[in-house]
């Protein structure tokens, strides 16, 4: 089976009179360059003239929505919790609460209290609760006294 040689030569492959290097006559730079800069300032005043056409466009229709109702403002707030707070239902910002509530859970973590006085749960600061863990482990006492598993 012979082997597929491609498409047989038309031409003859060695042209003795063509001129060595690139073409430099055939494009010149200027008109192309013009060419660029016209697309590019047609494309500035389309992209200008939308714009204005839809700030007039969203004018119009801010002029055609009704009035909002004066029973809007008068409702009230919605229960708690409110996900997205607004100033007037809710005094603080969402990342103000989140501030406070890991103010107060540091504070829980480092001091000691009641968690059910009927029941006698308290607790301890977590420093001092590492500590006896520690004490028992290296006793070989129970780990998990009082604990539910």
């Known amino acids: 089976m012979a082997e597929y040689q491609g498409e047989p030569q038309t031409t003859s492959a060695d042209v003795s009179d063509a001129p060595g290097g690139h073409e430099q006559s055939d494009v010149t730079l200027r008109p192309l360059m013009q060419a660029a800069g016209i697309l590019i300032a047609i494309t500035v ?3 200008v003239a939308l714009w204005g056409a839809m700030r007039i466009f969203e004018r119009a229709e801010r002029a055609d929505d009704p009035p909002p109702s004066p029973v ?3 409702r009230p707030a919605p229960p708690e919790p409110r996900l997205q707070p607004t100033m007037q239902a809710h005094p603080t910002l969402p990342y103000e609460d989140v501030i ?3 103010q107060a859970d540091r504070e829980k973590l480092h001091t000691a209290g009641w968690v059910d006085r009927r029941r006698g ?3 301890i600061p977590i420093d001092r609760a590492i500590e006896q863990l520690v004490e028992e482990s290296q006793r070989g006492g129970p780990t998990t006294r009082g604990a539910n598993r």
């Open 72 to 74: 809007a403002d008068a």
């Open 100 to 102: 406070a509530m890991r």
């Open 45 to 47: 005043v389309v992209h």
């Open 121 to 123: 749960i308290a607790r």
